[in-house]
């Protein structure tokens, strides 16, 4: 094992979250297995999985936006930013991806 992916259905703590989902993705893997492209393929796969699990189900993420690994990772995905907010004594990133339609 060198890591986590995971999506987690989260009660959502205000307004502006509530309205882009509450699916959580979240993504943790060993600094040893950082810069293969294994986070991107997993969680690529995660959301894949999702997509014909609950069709139609938008995810969303947040990380700190001086994470510059993260927000690589989130913007590779497709997560695109609703808007960022103070917590934890830093800045955090907040996105929303959502599965692509038949149409594309
Ligand atoms: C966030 C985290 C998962 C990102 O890990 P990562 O290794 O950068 O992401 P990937 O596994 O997708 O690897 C992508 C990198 O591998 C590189 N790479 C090398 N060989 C590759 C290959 N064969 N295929 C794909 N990518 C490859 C990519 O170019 C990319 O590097 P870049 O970002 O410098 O351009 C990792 O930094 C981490 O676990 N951090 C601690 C936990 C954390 O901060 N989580 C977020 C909190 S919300």
Same mark, same amino acid.
């Given at each position: 094992m060198v890591g986590?992916?995971?999506?987690?259905? /989260?009660d959502v703590d205000y307004e502006v979250r509530q309205a882009a989902g509450?699916?959580?993705? =979240?993504? %943790?893997?060993?600094?040893?297995?950082?810069? /293969?492209?294994y986070a991107t393929e997993a969680c690529d796969a995660a959301l894949s999985w999702l997509a =014909?699990? %609950?069709?139609?189900?938008?995810?969303?993420?947040?990380?700190?936006s001086a994470n510059a690994p993260s927000m690589r990772l989130a913007a590779r995905l497709g997560f695109?930013?609703?808007?960022r907010f103070e917590a934890y004594d830093a800045e955090q990133w907040f996105g929303r991806w959502t599965p692509p339609t038949a149409t594309g």
């Open positions: 986590i992916v995971q999506l987690e259905r /989260r509450n699916v959580d993705l =979240g993504y %943790l893997l060993l600094p040893e297995a950082w810069g /293969r492209g =014909g699990a %609950l069709p139609g189900e938008a995810v969303v993420l947040v990380t700190q695109v930013e609703v808007e």
